[in-house]
T-cell receptor, first 109, second 115 residues
Framework: GQNIDQPTEMTATEGAIVQINCTYQTSGFNGLFWYQQHAGEAPTFLSYNVLDGLEEKGRFSSFLSRSKGYSYLLLKELQMKDSASYLCAVMDSNYQLIWGAGTKLIIKP | DADVTQTPRNRITKTGKRIMLECSQTKGHDRMYWYRQDPGLGLRLIYYSFDVKDINKGEISDGYSVSRQAQAKFSLSLESAIPNQTALYFC??????????????FGPGTRLTVL
């Protein structure tokens, strides 16, 4: 079966750095997405990785290792507004998105 | 103005009632999707459509039906609502020719409660 694993919840301090991991087992691979979702709101697109390596976008970076079935989202200089759930999703061989359950990130002052 | 809109935003209904959730988009995307989200679970795909004449079942289509009235409109119906269909429902759109392959853009969601 297809599976996406990410931690259920993480806590970090304002101004710090946090890394959210995602491991996946899917039928084929056509890219990995990270989305941010504030409570009760729509998921919003953060990043896309299809090749191995690091993609940097401001305070957010996303890393992919296809051979290990592994990705992480790195958030730097954490702000209170970063408190949200972070969703990892993989596009499989049928171009369907398989979603993880999300990681709830709590930022403390 | 929002690119993807959903109506209603909140709905409370009773078991056995027929419910329609509507989605409209101004992004010009051909592909549209309906998901449900339950606490502790990932987004689960109900139906998707790659163009006006194309309808496909997703992971959890039982108890649901859809209609693609136009490129911009995609409706989800619950023919006879039951309590375990209580969830947050999202519509999404995508463009396979976009810079990030088939990135999906979500509407604000409809919170449905079935009593």
């Amino acid at each position: 079966g297809q599976n996406i694993d990410q931690p259920t919840e993480m806590t970090a301090t304002e101004g710090a750095i946090v890394q959210i991991n995602c491991t996946y087992q899917t039928s084929g691979f056509n890219g990995l997405f990270w989305y941010q979702q504030h409570a009760g709101e729509a998921p919003t697109f953060l990043s896309y990785n299809v090749l191995d390596g690091l993609e940097e976008k401001g305070r957010f970076s996303s890393f992919l290792s296809r051979s290990k079935g592994y990705s992480y989202l790195l958030l730097k200089e954490l702000q209170m507004k970063d408190s949200a759930s972070y969703l990892c999703a993989v596009m499989d061989s049928n171009y369907q998105l398989i979603w993880g359950a999300g990681t709830k990130l709590i930022i403390k002052p | 103005d929002a690119d993807v809109t959903q109506t209603p935003r909140n709905r409370i209904t009773k078991t056995g009632k027929r419910i329609m959730l509507e989605c409209s988009q101004t992004k010009g995307h051909d592909r549209m999707y309906w998901y449900r989200q339950d606490p502790g679970l990932g987004l689960r795909l109900i139906y998707y459509s790659f163009d006006v004449k194309d309808i496909n079942k997703g992971e959890i289509s039982d108890g649901y039906s859809v209609s693609r009235q136009a490129q911009a409109k995609f409706s989800l119906s619950l023919e006879s609502a039951i309590p375990n269909q209580t969830a947050l429902y999202f519509c999404a759109t995508s463009d396979p020719s976009g810079p990030f392959t088939d990135t999906q853009y979500f509407g604000p969601g409809t919170r449905l409660t079935v009593l």
